[in-house]
């Protein structure tokens, strides 16, 4: 599903505009991005917790000529489903 099915499909359901539903989704998203940045976690009931993660520095090997490199540390984000999704997707996926 690309972004456009998606937000026809909501669009639908709720009986917004394409327009209006594509600016809901928008605005979702920016305070989504809005919150990572300042290092919060989002939590979204019934789907899962979006969450900033920070990794540490460290050392490592190129395998070709074994150099040692240092990987500075980043922020990468993380998602946990909640335990139903994790149920749903280890029985196969099933509604």
Same mark, same amino acid.
Not at 41 to 65: H, W, Y
């Given at each position: 599903? %690309?972004?456009?099915? !998606? ?13 209006? &539903? $594509? ?22 009931? %019934?789907?899962?917790? !979006? ?13 070709? &000529? $074994? ?29």
């Amino acid at each position: 599903m %690309n972004n456009k099915d !998606f937000i026809s499909d909501i669009s639908s359901v709720t009986g917004y505009t394409v327009a209006d &539903t $594509q600016k809901m989704v928008n605005m979702v998203i920016d305070y989504m991005t809005d919150n990572f940045q300042d290092g919060n976690a989002v939590t979204i009931p %019934n789907f899962g917790t !979006f969450d900033v993660k920070k990794k540490l520095e460290r050392v490592m090997v190129n395998p070709s &000529t $074994q150099q040692r490199m240092l990987v500075p540390p980043k922020l990468v984000l993380n998602f946990k489903p909640v335990v139903s999704w994790k149920d749903k997707l280890k029985n196969g996926g099933g509604r």
